[in-house]
């Protein structure tokens, strides 16, 4: 709850401009798109509304951003139990209706499908070799499809588990001895995915057990020990950090000619000893001053299977303010169109433009996977708070820009959480000179790591 409640508060921050009924009027339109980002918006805004109706006690206020938490939450496949509940407890006598359930007709009118699904996953669990999949009700015959494959690229089998349920929970990696990796995700809004992938075949098996699936996994694999892999260990997270620009691309220049470039490689590197020290595995996009094309830098993180991706650069800001702007800010992918996130995004992106077009916009669009957004958002804000908190206790002023989305081109294709973190703005002469400074970036990657650990405590 507390973490819901700094969700919360750092979205009032990012609010603060807008009134309620602002607010109010644009989340009942993004609601009302087809889009998943727009209902991830949605979702946002009422939730600091919900807050906001907490600091003014309007209870009007705060049963119109319930409701809105609720039905937009519900399309996203967010846990949104609790808030259910508070709603129940406000308006006792006009009872609540759920939003009704949309019943899809094929024309053959012998088969009629649920679009929405009714079956949630409960849990995720290792009996020795076998995963059990644990739902609220019943499973059917016709729920689960399952089937095999062969990924001519990546050499890999892949035994795959359409399950027609929902999740409460972000996607998950599920780490098995003897297996190459193991996904759970949200694959469509009804629809659970399960993919174990090997380098070589293995057997599977499914039997179901009233509400259990059970999936029987055997590799032939030697090695294969009995011992199975706790998974919130901090030797099997892998993190990659991009250090943004380098080589012919200097990144924003600013006081006295300091260049992003060197200056987020050296908090890059520092980041990556100190998680390293601490059991983490790393990789670097760029260990030293190369220019490296934003595509190939989320390409190299899905490569690698890492489990977030951290891109780190500097903020720059013209001559005429540049004495007044600084702060630490935190961004994480999303389609945000609002103007100063247009702005800091088309800063960082202008290096690489082929890639813009590879993606185009609306394939951009596509790409979003909301289960992503959230995490990384968690991130973002997890990340956020280390810096500050590490950073507040040696050095007076800094200051908290907050946590920030907006659509950043290095972001898109990350299969993972990503976030984008401005370290702080080159051009202003105090922040500057603290930039410069090995222990000034010392404690901010100290932070840095501490907010990567926080989130994977968190995350489970
Ligand atoms: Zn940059």
């Not at 199975?228 to 990144?251: C, E, M, R, S």
Request: charged content about 30%; hydrophobic content about 35%; overall charge positive.
């Amino acid at each position: 709850m507390i973490r819901y409640l700094l969700l919360l508060v750092v979205f009032v921050i990012s609010l603060h401009a807008l009134s309620n009924s602002e607010i109010l009027k644009r989340a009942d339109g993004l609601i009302k798109s087809s889009s998943q980002s727009d209902q991830f918006r949605a979702y946002n805004d009422y939730k600091s509304l919900y807050l906001r109706s907490i600091m003014n006690d309007s209870t009007k206020l705060k049963i119109n951003s319930l409701k809105g938490i609720v039905k937009s939450g519900k399309k996203l496949h967010i846990d949104i139990s609790t808030y259910e509940k508070e709603l129940k407890k406000l308006t006792p006598k006009k009872k609540y209706t759920k939003p009704k359930q949309i019943v899809k007709k094929r024309s053959d009118t012998s088969k009629k499908i649920r679009i929405r699904s009714s079956h949630k996953l409960k849990s995720v669990t290792w009996k020795e070799n076998n995963l059990v999949l644990s739902f609220d009700k019943k499973l059917t015959n016709n729920q689960i499809n399952y089937f095999t494959l062969y990924d001519n690229k990546n050499k890999r089998f892949k035994y795959i588990f359409d399950i027609h349920a929902s999740m409460l929970n972000k996607s998950q990696n599920l780490r098995k001895d003897g297996i190459s990796r193991i996904k759970l995700g949200q694959y469509k809004p009804n629809t659970l995915r399960l993919v174990i992938e090997n380098r070589s075949k293995i057997k599977i098996n499914f039997k179901k057990e009233s509400k259990n699936l059970v999936i029987k996994i055997q590799s032939n694999s030697k090695k294969q020990k009995t011992s199975f892999t706790p998974v919130n260990l901090n030797q099997y997270k892998t993190v990659v950090i991009d250090a943004g620009h380098g080589g012919k691309d200097p990144g924003a220049v600013g006081y006295k000619k300091y260049r992003e470039k060197i200056v987020v490689s050296k908090i890059a590197n520092e980041l990556k000893k100190i998680l390293k020290s601490r059991g983490y595995k790393v990789f670097m996009t760029r260990d030293r001053d190369k220019f490296v094309k934003l595509s190939r830098r989320t390409k190299f993180a899905n490569k690698k299977n890492a489990h977030i991706f951290v891109s780190i650069h500097a903020n720059a800001v013209g001559k005429k303010i540049a004495n007044k702007v600084h702060g630490i800010e935190t961004y994480f992918l999303s389609p945000s169109r609002s103007e100063r996130a247009k702005k800091i995004a088309s800063k960082e992106n202008s290096a690489d433009l082929s890639d813009m077009n590879l993606y185009g916009k609306n394939s951009f669009l596509n790409l979003l996977n909301h289960h992503n957004i959230l995490a990384s958002n968690k991130l973002a804000i997890d990340v956020q708070r280390g810096m500050l908190g590490a950073l507040n206790k040696k050095y007076k002023g800094v200051k908290d820009g907050g946590v920030r989305e907006g659509p950043f081109w290095v972001l898109v294709g990350a299969q993972m959480p990503s976030v984008l973190i401005e370290v702080g703005f080159i051009t202003h002469p105090k922040e500057a000179k603290r930039l410069v400074d090995n222990n000034y970036r010392k404690t901010m990657a100290r932070g840095m790591a501490d907010g990567i650990q926080r989130y994977f405590a968190n995350c489970k």
